[in-house]
């Protein structure tokens, strides 16, 4: 393998700093973190007993952004899941439940709802009634205040392709009006295009906006959430059939303007059909994660970051090998995103984890429901909003 200006050294989990620096007594680290990242986050009394240890452990580099996030109040992942054809909504965060009651989607009017899109202000959310007896209806909430406002529907005779959500930053403190767009892609009958439609909170309505030319079976069925970087929306497009190469479908939610970025010629010209990639957003910045097997037991992850967006310019920031975390927690672990430079958020059928790219450390969660099919990275503060022209 080429040399790489990383590789993740053994798998750690009893290290801490406070050691180093001559930390108390007590349980050994590395019992304090196995038994805490495996207690469910609604556990508080289990959490207090070692919530003093627990500091020690997790404040370190790796994870210091996840926890310094707590004053705005509420940072992790919804994480939908699917069971009993009923999709679930948990909340995971690396720090447990700032709030009264735990974040979820119980307090909408619908029991079987599915989370489309997040916006990354506001703490806004897009769902949709998922019970297929009876039309599907649209609505926005804020799960950490629990409000929510439904929505017109739109032409919900076409099928959803993908789903995106932007809302603009709060002007000032003292500001309550929430206000947010969502951008619908449908397939027409023809299935030739991309049908798309913009609902806007000023107007409280949706409008059609130009179609995108694009075919809609390029996009990944069920699309993955869309990823916000740079001031657009991106997704992550099927090969071409005839050449083989693979792009970026951005979407300007402002312009309404689109465009295709290629992947990197590196990644493009890769000998593995088996390679996989996803994307993510790192500080605002648009990423792309590539997964290739080194060999028979050893996967190796690159990460490349977008170097000059206007000129769809990538450079390779790392590349690591997994081949320690997959002795310890199994081949069915699925890398779900970057959530920073060093960080990665992997997820298998039941629960979740943060996974220490540098040092190997990992802090693990425990979700209420299995066979979990997609996240999304929620960010939110505690304040209520007028969502729309009325809030509940």
């Known amino acids: ?37 495996r207690v469910p986050l609604d556990d508080l009394p289990a959490c207090r007993m070692v919530s003093t240890r627990w500091r020690r452990l997790t404040y370190e580099p790796a994870f210091a952004s996840l926890h310094c996030r707590r004053a705005a109040a509420v940072s992790g992942y919804l994480v939908q899941s699917m069971t009993h054809n009923l999709y679930h909504a948990d909340f995971v965060s690396m720090h447990g439940s700032p709030t009264p009651k735990a974040i979820s989607l119980d307090f909408l009017p619908s029991a079987h709802v599915r989370v489309e899109a997040v916006s990354a202000h506001r703490g806004l959310a897009c769902c949709v009634e998922a019970d297929t007896a009876r039309p599907p209806c649209y609505y926005v909430c804020k799960p950490a205040t629990r409000q929510w406002r439904a929505l017109p529907s739109p032409r919900v005779r076409f099928r959803t392709a993908a789903v ?17 767009k969502v951008v619908r892609f449908s397939v027409p009958a023809l299935r030739d295009r991309l049908r798309c439609e ?13 179609d995108v030319p694009l075919c809609p079976d390029s996009l990944f069925r069920p699309a993955a959430p869309a990823v916000r970087a740079h001031g657009a929306m991106h997704w992550l497009r099927w090969p071409d059939r005839l050449t083989g190469a693979q792009d970026v479908f951005e979407f300007d939610v402002r312009a309404e303007a689109w465009r295709l970025i290629p992947l990197p010629r590196e990644v493009d010209e890769m000998d593995d059909p088996w390679a996989r990639k996803r994307i993510a957003a790192v500080e605002g910045r648009l990423c792309l994660l590539v997964l290739t097997d080194a060999a028979v037991d050893e996967e190796v992850l690159e990460v490349w970051e977008m170097a000059n967006y ?42 979740v984890m943060w996974y220490d790219l540098r040092k190997g450390k990992m802090a693990e969660v425990q979700v209420k429901h299995v066979c979990i099919q997609e996240i999304f990275k929620y960010e939110s503060d505690l304040i209520p909003c007028d969502i729309g022209r009325a809030c509940r």
């Open 164 to 180: 995106a959500m932007v809302a603009r930053p709060s002007p000032s403190a003292s500001s309550t009006a929430a206000e947010f």
């Open 198 to 210: 913009v609902f806007d909170s000023r107007r409280f309505a949706w409008r059609r906006a130009p």
């Open 1 to 37: 393998m080429a040399s790489s200006p990383l590789s993740a050294p053994e798998e750690e989990r009893s290290h801490s700093d406070a050691d180093e620096n001559g930390g108390g007594g007590g349980l050994p680290e590395d019992q304090v973190f196995e038994l805490l990242t």
């Open 310 to 351: 206007g000129e769809g310019r990538w450079r390779k920031k790392m590349t690591v090998s997994l081949k320690n975390l997959h002795a310890k927690e199994g081949p069915a672990v699925i890398l779900g995103d970057l959530h920073s430079s060093d960080v990665a958020f992997l997820h298998s059928f039941c629960r």
